[in-house]
């Protein structure tokens, strides 16, 4: 099992695959392998997705995965 | 000349025989279909997330497994607030061959299971209605044919004195949990082949037509003396598309980062290649694959990518406590192999080879189920432990680290190993694989099926942390 914390400014869905899994600022369990990781709701975000290869994280260091507000936005 | 052109007839006749197919998906919708996602709650929470499985074995796993079914119901928890049955929480069933037919019928009929199930099933004697199709005359000319059976002979038995015709479009219909997943082998891949939607849609063939008969003769097409069913592959004709992940994942070939993972993408993607480039498939005994049906349970458990992924709800917080019953019945026959010098017949051999394999695999699953559990529990732990450590030092040192969402876990086990006394566990390790078990037998399994249940450890800790009660046979909490 995998750890990633998504992280963006503001607490929002977090999309997996494109499959609803968790929220952004919170430890998530992953299978290993490469993801395409995304978030919910607005489109207030860049990038638009992150396609990321996850291995070897640990609960204690889970692997960040970050998105920005969009500017203007 | 009337014999002559009567047995003309019947060989014409037979020569037509072939094997119902699988109907054909128009136009694929990921919201159709028999789906984990689109069943309705009706009152089963996902906070206690419930999965049974049922093993292979015949009539002996179909009554150990009735017997849990029994027991399930008879269960009273608390949960959010009200009292209810264990068995109204439970949302995935997982089965294998002889345990398909409970929880066919279950997936079928509901509750009226308790009342149909054990006359339909449980005590006929399945076995010599087979056996006399076989033997009719009638029947030779069809079996004669080489797109059909004796699975496929079997399906119609089944189709029309156990199941009455019922089909997927009606367990569509009744949009309740469980999710009841029939597992069944693909014969050229090895690969388990579950009866949803998802797995037909690589197919482009619709699931609501097929007859629940037809999945669980698949199930339980017991190699050697049942034959594998056939369906038809419509691949790359209704528009279907992979979900995202299945291109990375065989993109991950390469780099062997979750080899498991790559294997299912490409098992996925073999068969829905267009053309199609497997026009045929071929299924065979679950049990080929996996005699303990765990095996789609654990991927679900520890993917994001699976169709009825349980780990997606997880991190969504849905889930609370996971509950996984393993209804194991597997068997040791004594042998007096090893009394004599002699060297090991072919039939002892092969029989050997078929199931010894099985059994091991089924060991390993059990413990890996365990381990994938202890995770959840483990990393949760691990944070806590850290943060308090860390907090001990001093305000300036807490680290108050982020712990995924915690899951209290119970992997139950009901198997016969797991009786306490020699003689009778022998007895039932002894019990053959039929369809054929004499009553008393058959009481007997459902009584012990109910006994594990209540003795197994995990469970006890489940029914205290949910002020439970399992009431004794015939009785009341």
Known sequence: MEHVIVTFPTRRLVYIDDEENGYTNEVLRVDAGTHVFTLGNLANFRPASRTVTVKGSSVLEPLEIKFLRKEGA | MKRALLAALLLLLGACASFPENPHLEHYAKDAGYRFERLQHAGNSDSLFVIVTFSGGGTRAAALAYGVLEALRDTSIEW????????????????????????????????????????????????????????????????????????????????????????????????????????????????????????????????????????????????????????????????????????????????????????RAETRLSLAAPGPARPYLHLTDGGVADNIGLRGPLEAIASVDHPWSVLRLINGKKVDRLVVIVVNAATRPATE????????????????????????YSFDTVELLGKTLEEFNADARLVEGCNRLSAAKGEQCALRLRSPHKVGVYPVQVAFEYITGREERDWFRNLPTSFKLPPATIDRLRAVGRRLLAEDPQFKNLLQALHGCLAPQGGAC
């Open chain 2, 80 to 263: 959010q607030g009200h009292r209810e049955s264990l068995l109204d929480e439970v949302d995935v069933i997982s089965s294998i061959s002889g345990g398909s037919f409970p929880a066919a019928y279950y997936a079928l009929r509901g509750r009226k299971t308790f009342d149909e199930f054990p006359d339909k099933f449980l005590y006929r004697p399945i076995q010599d209605d087979l056996l006399r199709l076989a033997l009719t005359p009638t029947n030779w000319f069809r079996l004669a044919a080489p797109s059909f059976g004796r699975s496929d002979l079997a399906a119609e038995f089944y189709d029309r004195e156990v199941f009455g015709g019922g089909t997927y479009a009606d367990v569509i219909a009744r949009n309740r949990r469980p999710f009841v997943v029939l597992n069944a082998t693909d014969m050229t891949t090895g690969a388990q082949f579950p009866f949803i939607q998802d797995e037909f849609d690589l197919l482009c063939s619709d699931l609501a037509g097929v007859p629940l008969a037809r999945a669980a003769a698949s199930s339980s097409a017991f190699p050697g003396g049942l034959t594998a069913l056939t369906f038809r592959n419509y691949a790359g004709s209704c528009g279907y598309r992979q979900p995202a992940w299945v291109t990375h994942a065989a993109d991950d070939h390469d780099s062997r980062v979750n080899a498991r993972r790559t294997a």
């Open chain 2, 337 to 360: 192999r090893d009394k004599s010098a002699s060297v090991p017949g072919l039939v002892d051999t092969l029989t050997t080879a078929a199931t010894v394999p099985l059994d091991n």
